[in-house]
Every structure is written in C-alpha cells, then in structure tokens.
RNA sequence: GCCGCCUUAGCUCAGUUGGUUAGAGCGCUAGAUUGUGGAUCUAGAGGUCCUCGGUUCGAGCCCGAGAGGUGGUACCA
C-alpha cells in the first residue's frame, strides 16, 4: 500500500476552525476567567448546555431539507429529526428555561461559556468556530436588568484587560429606532428591516452611503447593486436629524435631553424612558460616562432584540502582520429579547443578556500588539545514558512532587539538539547528570534563562562553551532547592 | 451569493521578448564542537511552478475553464 496509489489527505484545518496552541489557549482561558468571575459577582450561576440542540429550537433559521446548512453546521439524528451545532448560547439559554421553567428561581440568572459554530464566510477575527462567555437575565422587564448587564459588561471589558478608553459600551433601544419609522410612515417589516440594515453600516458608509440605501440603493465600489428601501426625503431628513443626534459625542443625561426633541412617537417615548431608568440605574452603579455611553446609532443585526440594545465596540486600533489597519468591529453586543422564551412556552417571559466574543477578543487583543506572558518550558532532564534512564524519571518525579514542571528527554538525539529543545520550550533549566556525575552523586544545573540573557554579548565560540555561564555543579540532595531557585529569580 | 486581485521550496518571494538542469533569503537537518542553546562557516534535504485543457518546435511565463486563497460587497440568529 505504499504505491503511487496509496492516497495522502492534505494535513490541513478546515477553514474557519483554526488551532490553538498553548499560547491563545491560555490568553482565551484568562478572558474566559476574568469575566466568569465578574458575572459570578453579579449573583449569575453557571450554566453548560450542549454543543447540538434540535434545529427547532434554534429558531426561525432552522435548517430545511433543501438547505440544512445555511449559516449553522447542521445534521439529521436516526430519527430523522435535524440537529444542529449552536450558533450562539442564547438560543439554548432559552430552551433550557423554557424547559425548567417551573423549578426555576425566577428571575433566572445564568451565565455560559462556550464554543459556538456558524457556517459563514471567514475573516479576521471571525471564525467558524469560536467561544463566547455570555450572561443573561430571564424573567425581568425591568430596565435595572439590562442596567446590570451593561454594567457587568462594562466590568467585564476591564477585566479582560482593556483599560478605560479602550473600548466602550455603546447604548440604544430598538423602541427608539421603531418609534422613529412609525412615525414616518415606514410600514412594512421588509422596509423596516432594510431601514435598520442601512443604518447598522453607518459608521462604515458614512450618511451618504445610508441616504442612498435608504432611498432608491447604493451601487458599491465593487460593482454590486444594493436595493435600498425607497423612502420618500421627508422621512429620509427625519431619519438624518436622529442620526445626527445620536452620532454626537456627549454625556447620557444630555444625549436623553437632545433626543426628547424628535418626535419619536408612544414607542420612541417609552424606548426614552428605558434609557433613563437605566441611565440613573447606571450612575447609582458606579459606570463611568467614559465605558458606556448612549448611542441611538446602534441597530444591531438580530430580529429578536425587542428593547435596549448593547454593542461593546474595541477602540484600540489593531494591525496585521504587514502593518495595515484592521477593523474587529464589535467584540460583544447583546440587549432585550422578551420573546425568544414565548417561542417555546407561549408565554411571555422577559430577557436581557449580554455576550462576550472571546476568541474575537483575544485574537484582536493579539493584533493590537498586546503581548501575552512567555509560556514557561519544564525543567529538561538531559537523556545522557541509556542505563541511567531511571535515574532520570527519579529526578522527574522529585521536581514534580515539589510542583515543579519537569520531563525527561525522550527523543533519541545527542546533547546538542537536547539543549535546543530546552531552549525552545524556554525551559528555565536543563539537568545534566552524565557518568562524572553519576560517580560523584551530583547533579549539573545550566541556568538556561541566565544564558539567554548573557548570549546576545558573546560573539566567540570557544569563550561562551569554555565559560558555560550560569552552570554549576552540586550534591544531587541539593537539586531541588538549587532549580526553585533559579525559578524564582527569573520570576 | 456577486465583483476584483492572487496561487513558484515549510515560510516570504524573484524568475528576462516563451528557450537546455527553476532560484534567493529565512527556516529545517548534519558537521566544524566524542558532554552543552547564540553567532559564524561548510554541506545537505526539500518543487506535480494550483489543476485540467489549448496555442507552440518548445509554456513557470500566452489563451480558456475549474479549484483554492485573499480583499471588498451582500447576508449575519
């Protein structure tokens, strides 16, 4: 089998479904921490639901048989019934209380994290696979509820390792949005939606590029006509008041004042309302005007947002390798879903959450040149000799029964290649016990973080291996006490 | 989905008006150094020039189709 014919599969990872080595495992695992421990401060319980939920419950993009897999990974189970991969947590947040509702603490306070997958075009910072770290409230309608979430949000951020002005919360209630296109005649949900749609890529088209779509379309540079929704120019000048409005730059209270001004309709005065409750709820909690700020601008893609809206947009400006700007967009959003319970239940139950894109986050936090701590090697036992190799497993196990990373060599190579390994797993030190040592009872340490340090200065040879800088010899008794020191210098 | 650009060694790329055996840097392996990381020097391994078809005496180069990648746009629960 060993032919022309034998076939060889490409090795290579699915597009999208990248791997993730130590480092950004680790970098994801402290956002993950980080803010776990925010929500768990709040008084949210942690909740793990699995990675498949029936198709149905997923909600109206459930999968047909002509295309079971726009936009989710999905399958069909021996009963023929269709399963999918989750494309977010909330969706399964909703299946879970609606299925436990009646032994629920109500209101229901749970947070998840998790991997979530969606079968979509690829780009930078957007995967097919990815993890998010959400926290939602069900089963309250009031607005201190989403005051919580954007706060915790706000903390959250912080936690993370953004600092203040890094990134920031932005704001906004569907009713606002709704109220205005009421008011101005906009009727029909598809020129609803196609409203909202034009006015999410303001802040990428700028108004000329949203009048457009608004009106008769938008011939893109690229050649692409995009049907706009035909709005008359009294109700286009409306909507360019409000945004101009909301796209200014100012403190919530004053942002609430300059907005009472339009005519929003009922709708638009209850969504001012909303805004203000969890403006002062906001204040009473301590969330500076500098993290979350109202910004009537905000549309948010998903269908299901009935109220307050939250974007967490990342300030920090992010290169890629060949030093061009790149744009993350947001690294979490979320808001006010009162009816993605019903859908299952019939009843009406109230919801606000939030949602963190961690692998989003971290892969932006890499870009913005964030450097993550050096992941630390183990301590490398030289493999000398063949018989003294239980020798070496001994001296493993002592370093590791002092908690100290350790491993014994067990490539088949000589002392010069072992060496390079210990240095490139940036192991703090290699353990050296040959036969001198091995007739003396002693061990030999090279401070391999100390030669590091030292190597850049030497440019001869003979001198750096006659010198052997930060090596020393002593009792094998003294070899743990000897590493934990080395250890905590490089600390 | 639509539009543009790109595809040559593990990586980044060069490759003359179409002309014999396709190159460089970095990386990798080995040696100089029988028990020592860096630098240097030496040697070595590594290629269906994305695929298929066409033009031609002759194609990495020209033409066509397809695939993959990438950027924009559309969609994004």
Known sequence: MTDDQTFRPEARAPKGFG?????????????????????????????????????????????DSERPNAGVFALQDDDEQWMALRYDLTAPLARFAAENWQTLPKPFRRYAFGTVWRNEKVGPGRFREFTQCDADTVGSARPEADAEIIAMAAEGLAAAGLNPGQAVLKINSRKLLDGLMAAQGVGSDVQKLIVLRALDKFDRLGWEGVRLLLGEGRLDESGDFTKGAGLKGAAIDAIKAFMDTASAERPRGDMLNALANLSLGALGEEGLSDLAAIDAALKSMGVSEGAAKLDPSVVRGLEYYTGAVFEAELLLSTTDEKGQQVRFGSIGGGGRYDGLVARFTGEAVPATGFSFGVSRLASALRAAGREQAALRGPVVIIAFDNEAMPDYFAVAAELRAAGIPAEVYLGTSG????????????????????????????????????????????????TWRAERPGQQTLPRTQLVAAVRAILDAGK
């Open 415 to 462: 002392m010069r290649p072992q060496m390079k390994y210990a240095d490139r797993r940036l192991s703090p030190c290699a353990v050296i016990i040959g036969e001198d040592e091995r007739a003396a009872g002693t061990v030999t340490l090279k401070d391999l973080d100390l030669g590091r340090a030292l190597a850049e200065g030497v440019k001869d040879s003979e």
């Open 19 to 63: 791997d993730r080595r130590a480092s950004d495992l680790a970098a994801e695992r402290a956002i993950i921490d980080a803010v776990s421990k925010v929500y768990e401060r709040y008084g949210f319980e942690a909740l793990s639901t699995s990675a498949f939920e029936y198709a149905d419950a997923l909600g109206k993009f459930l999968p």
